[in-house]
């Protein structure tokens, strides 16, 4: 099990932009990628982006295409996700979660990410 721990998230204005972070330790299985997740008030957990290593790829929400971006730092054991253009749509719960694969990674389904984080909000206003 891998404990992950989110944060930067905060209130920024429509247009501005946050890096969010999400450190992971513990234990790591040799084959596990990561994702970011969002549930604004009401609504479903709805997938962000992703990365995976071996080979190097990320994925990312259409909603979402051109406006983040998600990479890491292993050294740091964290990934982070930078986002831009922020509108008040993108308001929500961020999560990092983690899922472990031995074929195929399924990055926009949440039931497949085995460990999560607490979260960190992020607020957009108009």
């Known amino acids: 099990q891998v404990k992950l721990v989110e944060s930067g998230g905060g209130l920024v204005q429509v247009g501005g932009s946050l890096e969010l972070s999400c450190v992971a330790s513990?234990?790591?299985?040799?084959?596990?990628?990561m994702g970011w997740f969002r549930q604004a008030p009401g609504k479903e957990r709805e997938f962000v982006a992703a990365?995976?290593?071996?080979?190097?790829?990320?994925f990312y929400a259409d909603s979402m295409q051109g406006r983040v971006t998600i990479f890491d730092d292993n050294a740091k054991n964290t990934i982070y996700l930078q986002m831009n253009g922020l509108k008040p749509e993108d308001t929500g719960v961020y999560y990092c979660?983690?899922?472990?694969?031995?074929?195929?990674?399924?990055?926009?389904?949440?039931?497949?990410?085995?460990?999560w984080g607490q979260g960190t909000q992020v607020t957009v206003s108009a």
């Open positions: 979660a983690a899922q472990y694969y031995s074929g195929t990674f399924y990055y926009i389904d949440d039931h497949k990410y085995a460990d």
């Open positions: 513990g234990r790591t299985f040799s084959r596990y990628a």
């Open positions: 990365i995976m290593w071996r080979p190097d790829r990320t």
